[in-house]
């Protein structure tokens, strides 16, 4: 059974920085593609960042290219988000997801597990 745990959210102002984290509680984390989602008010789920098993591989979405981090410790079971020159349009509540397997996948479809999400508020 995998279990997700993030933290690391909170409010900051525009042009800030946050760096988010997410505890694997499981067997095998290496065996785990990870991804970071977000779901602003009154709008879809969107993914925000993918990472292979070995971190070698990361996808990430348009508008947060050149802003936004993902990585992984094997060592540690976690995975990061470092959130830099964060703007009011990236507010929303961010969600750790786990799915079986080595590769990169982006669509929410194909992440099996799920944490509950840490509030991020950028104010302007």
């Known amino acids: 059974q995998v279990q997700l745990v993030e933290s690391g959210g909170g409010l900051v102002q525009a042009g800030g920085s946050l760096t988010l984290s997410c505890v694997f509680s499981?067997?095998?984390?290496?065996?785990?593609?990870m991804a970071w989602f977000r779901q602003a008010p009154s709008k879809e789920r969107e993914m925000v960042a993918a990472i292979n098993w070995n971190g070698g591989s990361t996808n990430y979405t348009d508008s947060v290219k050149g802003r936004f981090t993902i990585s992984r410790d094997n060592a540690k079971n976690t995975m990061y988000l470092q959130m830099n020159s964060l703007r009011p349009e990236d507010t929303a509540v961010y969600y750790c997801?786990?799915?079986?397997?080595?590769?990169?996948?982006?669509?929410?479809?194909?992440?099996?597990?799920w944490g509950h999400g840490t509030q991020v508020t950028v104010s302007s």
């Open positions: 499981g067997r095998h984390f290496s065996a785990f593609g």
């Open positions: 997801a786990t799915r079986p397997g080595h590769l990169v996948r982006t669509a929410e479809s194909d992440y099996t597990s």
